[in-house]
């Protein structure tokens, strides 16, 4: 036996639930509403997003490999260094001395990267100059010289 199909119930009335909105502040427009307002944000977002995306993407690269370039050039300065004894010559002038003491200072100034290798890569490696004053042995300076740097 077929019994008929009960019939659908009335419509009832969704209760009502005020909306607390603060005085003095604007109601936020919701998601669909923005798009419906014809400022097209939406559309010049969605126009945007490949630079977005690829702008984000170089600037992850670049925080990434910066850091793996730099330990990169840090290990071969490192393998390279060396220590360079100078040493005085028998009655050497103090006028000579000063002229090969200039000459050391500006060569090394030379030897600094541009900025642009700096940013990239690290500060520039460090030079360590020791003077080896002793009583009764001949003075000397030494200097610890980075790999990359000749030193003839």
Not at 93 to 111: E, F, H, Q, S
Not at 113 to 118: E, G, K, S
Not at 123 to 152: C, F, K, N, Q, S
């Amino acid at each position: 036996m077929n019994t008929p199909a009960p019939p659908p119930p009335p419509d009832l009335p969704v209760p009502s639930v005020p909306v607390y909105e603060p005085p003095g502040l604007p109601r936020l427009p919701e998601l669909g509403e923005l798009a419906d307002t014809g400022h097209g944000w939406v559309e010049i977002v969605l126009a945007h997003a490949p630079a977005a995306v690829a702008i984000t993407a170089s600037v992850v690269a670049v925080l990434l490999v910066r850091p793996l370039l730099a330990r990169r050039a840090r290990r071969a300065r490192h393998a390279g260094a060396r220590m360079v004894t100078v040493l005085a010559p028998a009655g050497l002038d103090p006028a000579d001395a000063l002229t090969g003491g200039l000459r050391l200072w500006r060569d090394l100034t030379g030897t600094a990267p541009p900025a642009w290798r700096r940013a990239l890569f690290g500060p520039p490696p460090h030079v360590g100059v020791e003077y080896r004053l002793t009583a009764g042995a001949e003075p000397a300076v030494r200097v610890w010289v980075p790999g990359g740097i000749d030193t003839h």
